[in-house]
């Protein structure tokens, strides 16, 4: 520990430097293949979780940050294949937090972005929050590349790595690992040596285990309302290891999927709109989060008006 800094605040600057809840992370393309079929991703963090770790540990009356704007003009580039003439804003953050210090960050957006103003703020924000060690996790990522859909969205997101959950968060492939363990061999099975590993199966023994698996991991990332309506609608199963089939698990995995891609979209679209838009779409609908959505409805009609909101027109 810095001599120069006190217990206090060496404990403040861990807790900065813990990794945010999955719930929280989004994932970004920023590359793909010729083909399109094949993406390289990102995760990033999004920005109320930035603000609301600094609310946790410092208060709100215990930080401030400020903003300073810029614009380089005229700037030509190629858009679609079309030459225009564009400029870009820039964008200064200064992030103070009063027993820590200041530091500042830019983020810079192409002026004909219907979204630049928002989007370099955010990116300025959560640079300056980083040199407090705030999202610095992210640049520790390696190179992820992942299946796209005809959408050119990833079809799966990749699975978190054991360093950047938050304690208490187990891994989805360690979780797996404690739920075969808890439920393995009787003893007369543990204490009998037999020529095969002994093999654990499931409840239902019609079911996929790994599918099971995949199911479950799904609670996390779209939140328990939209998880159990999936299961409300798909016949009287009431959880993953209820489904009376393999094929009713593939019909329990799409509706899924599907709503990941509804709830991953809605945290892109959540990036592009100012905060004040983002929580007055939220309240419009009586939604307090976005891993509290209640129904499919709800889940398509926040996306819609979010996108109408980025593209500027009135919901």
Request: hydrophobic share 35%; aromatic share 8%.
């Amino acid at each position: 520990m810095n001599p120069a800094i006190t217990a206090e605040q060496q404990k403040q600057i861990e807790r900065l430097a813990e990794p945010f809840h999955p719930n929280d992370i989004s994932w970004r393309v920023t590359n793909k293949s010729k083909d399109g079929k094949r993406g390289c991703v990102i995760p990033y963090g999004d920005q109320r979780a930035y603000t609301d770790r600094l609310n946790e540990v410092f208060t709100p009356s215990g930080w401030t940050r400020s903003y300073e704007v810029t614009t380089l003009s005229p700037i030509t580039r190629k858009k679609k294949n079309e030459t225009i003439q564009t400029g870009k804003v820039i964008v200064t953050c200064v992030v103070t937090i009063h027993d820590l210090g200041s530091h500042s960050g830019s983020g810079e957006m192409w002026a004909d972005d219907d979204n630049a103003m928002t989007r370099a703020e955010a990116q300025a924000f959560k640079r300056a929050c980083s040199c407090f060690g705030l999202g610095r996790y992210f640049y520790d990522f390696a190179e992820m590349w992942v299946d796209l859909d005809d959408y050119g969205h990833p079809k799966n997101i990749p699975n978190l790595p054991k360093w950047a959950l938050p304690a208490g968060v187990v891994p989805i492939k360690e979780r797996e690992q404690i739920r075969k363990t808890a439920s393995g061999p009787t003893v007369a099975q543990s204490t009998t040596r037999t020529t095969k590993p002994a093999t654990t199966m499931p409840a239902n023994s019609k079911l996929d285990d790994a599918l099971t698996a995949r199911i479950e991991s799904f609670r996390q990332i779209i939140g328990d309302a939209l998880y159990f309506e999936v299961f409300r609608r798909g016949g009287s199963a009431r959880n993953a290891r209820e489904l009376p089939s393999r094929q009713a698990q593939g019909n329990v995995l799409q509706s899924l999927e599907t709503l990941e891609r509804g709830i991953n979209k809605l945290r892109e679209l959540a990036e592009e709109v100012h905060e004040n838009v983002f929580f007055g779409v939220l309240d419009a609908h009586k939604v307090q989060s976005i891993d509290k959505i209640p129904s499919f409805e709800i889940l398509k009609a926040v996306v819609t008006d979010l996108q109408n909101a980025s593209q500027g027109v009135a919901a």
